[in-house]
């Protein structure tokens, strides 16, 4: 592949860039102003198909007819091109051994979806529901008749379940989120109440921000319904301490992970774990899903998925412009589209550029937690990541990575949200390596070493950098990097760190300068993890986010200025929404001032990569955003091969 590769690319070609569109922020939905959905279901098809490799498995008595396999009213997906054909295997490659992360064309099915055109929020697991005037309490009417892939029913005790016994257990989660639910009850078999604290329940449940466990399958690892012996038998078994370990290795269910479950834990989705080895995954289809085309066929058109481990993303770019792989979304940036373009036909693909929501695709966070006492003090003052800001030529970064297409701004909310600060987005953004060099004389870094860097306190400043190789941040990183060694002279030594273990250095607070992308940031999410300590992928300092976590009972506390941010944050994630977006709009503007995290460019299209023959998948779409699941609202059970 390697030789055919180097062949492809000796002579390329020039490959124009069809032009993108920024506006990629108002596309998902802003507000809920009605009680009832919007119908998507036809009416239930009298007569039902299923694939062959199913039909096999009912004549040999091994499987139930479909139509028993079905709900009392399958949920009617209209394709976007035409109606499918069943078979064949889509190929793709992971970088993580540990997290079957950004390649995710299996359906998180959530209790509502999002529609195609990310407007609106649409039946799913729900068929209806209700809302208060609050917005915070919802009752939810399942659909009747769904059943995990392992034909048990899935009922309004497996919401209870995860609601109750996992999102409200303090054992399993000690510190749940503030805006999280605060209760839950079964009206009936297929009704259940849901209570929050946020005033904004339905972004809560769209697409994966439920995935439901199966309490049949996994009572058998929870102390409340397990046998002691049993329990304690299986934890010896797992070569783990606690219960709550155990579970959360079992439960390693969600349909972009699939690491660490059991092979037979059952799901909602339109695969389900085959066989895994040595990080290589293969799913099949789930003989029980629920969704059906306007013909009547049972989903998914596709058979199976094969999911390659690769060392890092130079490799799994190789197996993309070799034809080894049917479907690849996030490990691409802008900057390989012309490599790819012109190897489609002999790859036996096609790319099409697909918008994003990243307001940045790279956050680059100095960890003002560093174990190392100098560097701590040196990261958090606030002129120091000025200045690093201003020795970042953002016009080359964009040129060079994302051929001009992204938008040159800080980490922060994108422009058309009501979270949005003009100031705090523009902020420290241009290129003046002579200012910059003056900040950093004038903060006691004017003395340099043999080789021309910086030294700070009479030894010689190097800052490790740490980051994963995925969803694009490897490239941004090393520019970064080089960046800086050339503009302010500061020495910057990278490394590329699997991504289960970059998270425990994390933890640990031992690097000094990580980094990830801006994301779940539109008119509907607001997740400031480049401006908060403590929350999602926020890497600026775990000793802060740990005291905030615990309540100050483990930790570091926090400057005063971060005490505020999470004060803040507390307060946004209860308030009604005038004053959400006033808090967040006060988050934004603290990031301006202090460079929480210094963003370089955002909203930049994305190159997706599919196999010719792939059929139903949009050449465009609204938005490729992580707050939707990425592909879900375009329907990859629909997806098929024409020939």
Same mark, same amino acid.
């Given at each position: 592949?390697?030789?055919?590769?180097?062949?492809?690319?000796?002579?390329?070609?020039?490959?124009?860039?069809?032009?993108?569109?920024?506006?990629?922020?108002?596309?998902?939905?802003?507000?809920?102003?009605?009680?009832?959905?919007?119908? %998507?279901?036809?009416?239930?098809?009298?007569?039902?198909?299923?694939?062959?490799?199913?039909?096999?498995?009912?004549?040999?008595?091994?499987?139930?007819?479909?139509?028993?396999?079905?709900?009392?009213?399958?949920?009617?997906?209209?394709?976007?091109?035409?109606?499918?054909?069943?078979?064949?295997?889509?190929?793709?490659?992971?970088?993580?051994?540990?997290?079957?992360?950004?390649?995710?064309?299996?359906?998180?099915?959530?209790?509502?979806?999002?529609?195609?055109?990310?407007?609106?929020?649409?039946?799913?697991?729900?068929?209806?529901?209700?809302?208060?005037?609050?917005?915070?309490?919802?009752?939810?009417?399942?659909?009747?008749?769904?059943?995990?892939?392992?034909?048990?029913?899935?009922?309004?005790?497996?919401?209870?379940?995860?609601?109750?016994?996992?999102?409200?257990?303090?054992?399993?989660?000690?510190?749940?989120?503030?805006?999280?639910?605060? +209760?839950?009850?079964?009206?009936?078999?297929?009704?259940?109440?849901?209570?929050?604290?946020?005033?904004?329940?339905?972004?809560?449940?769209?697409?994966?921000?439920?995935?439901?466990?199966?309490?049949?399958?996994?009572?058998?690892?929870?102390?409340?319904?397990?046998?002691?012996?049993?329990?304690?038998?299986?934890?010896?078994?797992?070569?783990?301490?606690?219960?709550?370990?155990?579970?959360?290795?079992?439960?390693?269910?969600?349909?972009?992970?699939?690491?660490?479950?059991?092979?037979?834990?059952?799901?909602?989705?339109?695969?389900?774990?085959?066989?895994?080895?040595?990080?290589?995954?293969?799913?099949?289809?789930?003989?029980?899903?629920?969704?059906?085309?306007?013909? +009547?066929?049972?989903?998914?058109?596709?058979?199976?998925?094969?999911?390659?481990?690769?060392?890092?993303?130079?490799?799994?770019?190789?197996? %993309?412009?070799?034809?080894?792989?049917?479907?690849?979304?996030?490990?691409?940036?802008?900057?390989?589209?012309?490599?790819?373009?012109?190897?489609?036909?002999?790859?036996?693909?096609?790319?099409?550029?697909?918008?994003?929501?990243?307001?940045?695709?790279?956050?680059?966070?100095?960890?003002?937690?560093?174990?190392?006492?100098?560097?701590?003090?040196?990261?958090?003052?606030?002129?120091?990541?000025?200045?690093?800001?201003?020795?970042?030529?953002?016009? !080359?970064?964009?040129?060079?990575?994302?051929?001009?297409?992204?938008?040159?701004?800080?980490?922060?909310?994108?422009?058309?949200?009501?979270?949005?600060?003009?100031?705090?987005?523009?902020?420290? $953004?241009?290129?003046?390596?002579?200012?910059?060099?003056?900040?950093?004389? !004038?903060?006691?870094?004017?003395?340099?070493?043999?080789?021309?860097?910086?030294?700070?306190?009479?030894?010689?400043?190097?800052?490790?950098?740490?980051?994963?190789?995925?969803?694009?941040?490897?490239?941004?990183? !090393?520019?970064?990097?080089?960046?800086?060694?050339?503009?302010?002279?500061?020495?910057?030594?990278?490394?590329?760190?699997?991504?289960?273990?970059?998270?425990?250095?994390?933890?640990?607070?031992?690097?000094?300068?990580?980094?990830?992308?801006?994301?779940?940031?539109?008119?509907?999410?607001?997740?400031?993890?480049?401006?908060?300590?403590? $929350?999602?992928?926020?890497?600026?300092?775990?000793?802060?986010?740990?005291?905030?976590?615990?309540?100050?009972?483990?930790?570091?506390?926090?400057?005063?200025?971060?005490?505020?941010?999470?004060?803040?944050?507390?307060?946004?994630?209860?308030?009604?929404?005038?004053?959400?977006?006033?808090?967040?709009?006060?988050?934004?503007?603290?990031?301006?001032?202090?460079?929480?995290?210094?963003?370089?460019?955002?909203?930049?299209?994305?190159? $997706? %990569?599919?196999?010719?023959?792939?059929?139903?998948?949009?050449?465009? %779409?609204?938005?490729?955003?992580?707050?939707?699941?990425?592909?879900?609202?375009?329907?990859?059970?629909?997806?098929?091969?024409?020939?």
């Amino acid at each position: 592949a390697a030789g055919a590769v180097a062949g492809a690319c000796s002579t390329p070609k020039p490959v124009e860039v069809p032009p993108t569109s920024q506006s990629v922020a108002a596309s998902v939905p802003t507000k809920v102003e009605a009680t009832k959905p919007p119908q %998507v279901t036809a009416e239930p098809v009298m007569q039902y198909k299923e694939a062959p490799m199913l039909a096999e498995l009912v004549a040999a008595g091994k499987l139930p007819p479909v139509e028993k396999r079905l709900p009392k009213e399958p949920l009617v997906v209209k394709p976007l091109e035409g109606i499918g054909r069943y078979g064949g295997t889509l190929s793709g490659a992971h970088t993580n051994p540990n997290v079957f992360e950004g390649w995710v064309p299996n359906s998180f099915e959530g209790l509502i979806a999002m529609s195609p055109d990310m407007r609106q929020f649409v039946p799913n697991l729900a068929t209806s529901w209700e809302l208060d005037e609050a917005n915070k309490t919802i009752v939810l009417h399942l659909r009747e008749g769904v059943k995990w892939s392992d034909g048990e029913p899935f009922t309004a005790d497996d919401v209870v379940f995860y609601c109750e016994d996992v999102r409200m257990n303090t054992e399993l989660i000690p510190n749940p989120p503030t805006s999280g639910i605060v +209760g839950v009850e079964k009206i009936d078999e297929y009704t259940v109440r849901m209570k929050y604290a946020c005033p904004d329940v339905l972004s809560l449940l769209v697409n994966g921000g439920y995935t439901i466990y199966p309490k049949h399958f996994y009572k058998q690892f929870h102390a409340k319904y397990a046998d002691k012996a049993k329990l304690e038998e299986l934890m010896k078994q797992n070569n783990v301490d606690s219960w709550v370990d155990l579970f959360w290795k079992m439960a390693d269910a969600h349909p972009v992970s699939f690491c660490t479950a059991p092979v037979e834990v059952p799901v909602l989705s339109p695969w389900r774990i085959e066989k895994r080895e040595l990080g290589n995954i293969t799913t099949v289809r789930n003989p029980y899903y629920w969704k059906v085309d306007p013909d +009547g066929n049972q989903l998914p058109y596709i058979d199976r998925q094969y999911c390659a481990l690769v060392q890092d993303t130079e490799a799994l770019k190789l197996k %993309v412009i070799a034809g080894e792989v049917g479907f690849e979304g996030l490990h691409t940036v802008m900057a390989d589209y012309p490599l790819f373009k012109q190897n489609e036909e002999q790859g036996g693909y096609v790319v099409k550029l697909w918008l994003s929501n990243f307001a940045g695709n790279i956050a680059l966070m100095f960890n003002q937690c560093a174990k190392d006492p100098d560097k701590r003090e040196l990261f958090r003052n606030r002129d120091f990541r000025i200045a690093m800001s201003l020795g970042l030529d953002r016009e !080359e970064f964009n040129r060079v990575l994302y051929l001009g297409k992204g938008l040159i701004m800080q980490a922060t909310s994108l422009p058309g949200t009501d979270y949005y600060v003009e100031e705090a987005a523009k902020a420290y $953004i241009e290129y003046d390596p002579e200012k910059a060099n003056q900040m950093l004389d !004038e903060l006691g870094l004017d003395q340099r070493d043999s080789d021309g860097f910086r030294m700070y306190k009479g030894k010689r400043l190097v800052i490790n950098f740490e980051y994963w190789d995925g969803h694009g941040m490897g490239p941004a990183a !090393e520019l970064v990097a080089d960046m800086w060694r050339t503009a302010v002279h500061v020495n910057i030594q990278t490394k590329a760190v699997e991504r289960s273990l970059l998270n425990e250095h994390w933890q640990a607070d031992e690097y000094d300068l990580s980094t990830w992308i801006v994301a779940r940031n539109t008119q509907k999410q607001f997740w400031p993890y480049y401006s908060v300590a403590g $929350i999602g992928e926020s890497c600026m300092g775990f000793a802060w986010g740990k005291w905030y976590q615990t309540k100050g009972k483990e930790g570091e506390e926090p400057v005063e200025e971060m005490k505020k941010q999470l004060e803040r944050w507390d307060a946004l994630q209860t308030a009604p929404t005038e004053e959400r977006i006033r808090l967040g709009q006060e988050i934004n503007k603290s990031q301006g001032e202090n460079l929480w995290a210094i963003g370089t460019v955002g909203a930049a299209p994305m190159p $997706i %990569v599919f196999h010719k023959d792939l059929a139903n998948v949009p050449d465009e %779409v609204p938005v490729y955003a992580p707050e939707s699941d990425f592909v879900c609202p375009f329907r990859p059970e629909t997806w098929y091969f024409r020939t």
